[in-house]
């Protein structure tokens, strides 16, 4: 029986659950979180955004088959047509222009974890870059399902946040992370048990630059 995604999460189970439980969610989820440190979590996201991107261009480049880099052009696509606008747009409901979202400048955790990704997807293999994006494209939809789940996640009008939620809970996010699984899971049935302690290194330390880049958010840090 070979590996699947939930073999990566259960090796690092104490990172994952910090990154997915982080103080950051929690307090979005109960509507007290400091504005501020919202919108400069946005404000950092919009940079990510377009990292991201550029990862998603360097998985084509990187793709052995033609549903691969397919998979890797409707990524870039949506990023690029879709996300950026609609991620311009939310913040320009935060106060936070489109020529101010221009001019930022990179902040240290933002910097770390773009630079891990696109440096392990240079130096690997397609799977590489798939493990080190996991935790945004996977988490991002686990977090949104986790807070859901949580009793005092607060919904509606009297959370700030509840559109941020909303947009990681709805079905064109959801099924981006179940495709996403699906490819994971494919891929990973097949690597050796070196080759998975090699995807678990890369899985935790993404994870862990996940959870920096949450903690920027509280510290509101440069």
């Known amino acids: 029986m070979g590996y699947r995604f939930t073999d990566l999460t259960t090796a690092c189970h104490d990172d994952w659950r910090a990154y997915i439980e982080h103080d950051f969610v929690r307090q979005l989820g109960q509507g007290r979180l400091a504005d501020d440190a919202f919108r400069h979590y946005l404000k950092q996201d919009y940079l990510f ?19 691969d880099l397919r998979q890797a052009f409707e990524g870039l696509q949506a990023i690029l047509d879709v996300e950026l606008e609609l991620h311009v747009g939310y913040c320009r409901e935060w106060g936070i222009s489109e020529q101010e ?23 690997g293999d397609l799977l590489d870059l798939h493990v080190a994006l996991a935790p945004c494209l996977v988490g991002y939809g686990e977090i949104a399902n986790w807070l859901n789940a949580q009793p005092d996640t607060v919904r509606g009008d009297t959370n700030p ?62």
């Open 101 to 123: 979202l221009a001019q930022l400048p990179e902040a240290r955790a933002t910097l770390a974890y773009t630079r891990y990704v696109l440096d392990t997807g240079s130096r």
């Open 49 to 67: 955004l377009i990292h991201f991107a550029r990862a998603y261009a360097l998985a084509a480049y990187k793709s052995p088959s033609l549903a």
């Open 161 to 222: 946040f509840d559109a941020w939620i909303a947009m990681y809970e709805g079905e064109e996010f959801q099924a981006a992370m179940r495709a996403e699984l699906e490819w994971l899971d494919a891929h990973l049935a097949d690597v050796s048990p070196a080759r998975f302690d090699e995807l678990t290194r890369i899985f935790r330390d993404a994870t862990r630059l996940e959870i920096d880049f949450w903690q920027m958010g509280l510290d509101q840090a440069d």
